[in-house]
T-cell receptor, first 117, second 113 residues
Framework: AQKVTQAQTEISVVEKEDVTLDCVYETRDTTYYLFWYKQPPSGELVFLIRRNSFDEQNEISGRYSWNFQKSTSSFNFTITASQVVDSAVYFCALSEAESGGYQKVTFGIGTKLQVIP | DAGVTQSPTHLIKTRGQQVTLRCSPKSGHDTVSWYQQALGQGPQFIFQYYEEEERQRGNFPDRFSGHQFPNYSSELNVNALLLGDSALYLC????????????FGPGTRLTVL
């Protein structure tokens, strides 16, 4: 069974600080995909990144960066120089191919990030 | 390029009633997944529709059913509503399967009194 753990339920940082959101996953599949989504107060989940299990390259997109380590089953997300607009709930998610190749996505409980001006 | 749309935005029902939620996928997408998100929780997978068939289902009772139409839009039906069904219902669309990114709609907030 697949599982995603986000141990940090709430984090508060002062604007311009760096912050890392942790994500640990469990899966028995060798082929799987990891995602991060942002959910602002409006409620809509916004896609941030997708990473497949064969690509352990870290990725940077502006102030966002992601560190994928298969050895520790972790896919952590760092925001550099945080801004008030980064305040939201962030979800890590795992997708593995079920029998027949169909996709099922499991989400973590989310980390609520508050950036204080 | 239209994103995923859902209707209605908000809905208030009483216990025992039935409700239908609607979703139109992002242009070019053929797969629709439904999720239930209780307050303070992550989205929980309900089921996924592809080619008008339910092809994957989460741990939800038969009171939750769905349908996909030839134009790929989808409906989620919940019968015999319980107070615990109060949640944000999210629709996500994607293309095919196997790890394709799911794009989410704004959700329908259902309140059961």
């Amino acid at each position: 069974a697949q599982k995603v753990t986000q141990a940090q339920t709430e984090i508060s940082v002062v604007e311009k600080e760096d912050v890392t959101l942790d994500c640990v996953y469990e899966t028995r599949d060798t082929t799987y995909y990891l995602f991060w989504y942002k959910q602002p107060p409006s409620g809509e989940l916004v896609f941030l990144i997708r990473r497949n299990s064969f690509d352990e390259q870290n990725e940077i997109s502006g102030r966002y960066s992601w560190n994928f380590q298969k050895s520790t089953s972790s896919f952590n997300f760092t925001i550099t120089a945080s801004q008030v607009v980064d305040s939201a709930v962030y979800f890590c998610a795992l997708s593995e191919a079920e029998s027949g190749g169909y996709q099922k996505v499991t989400f973590g409980i989310g980390t609520k990030l508050q950036v204080i001006p | 390029d239209a994103g995923v749309t859902q209707s209605p935005t908000h809905l208030i029902k009483t216990r025992g009633q039935q409700v239908t939620l609607r979703c139109s996928p992002k242009s070019g997408h053929d797969t629709v997944s439904w999720y239930q998100q209780a307050l303070g929780q992550g989205p929980q997978f309900i089921f996924q529709y592809y080619e008008e068939e339910e092809r994957q289902r989460g741990n939800f009772p038969d009171r939750f059913s769905g349908h996909q139409f030839p134009n790929y839009s989808s409906e989620l039906n919940v019968n015999a509503l319980l107070l615990g069904d109060s949640a944000l219902y999210l629709c996500a669309s994607s293309w095919g399967g196997k790890g394709d990114t799911q794009y989410f709609g704004p959700g329908t907030r259902l309140t059961v009194l």
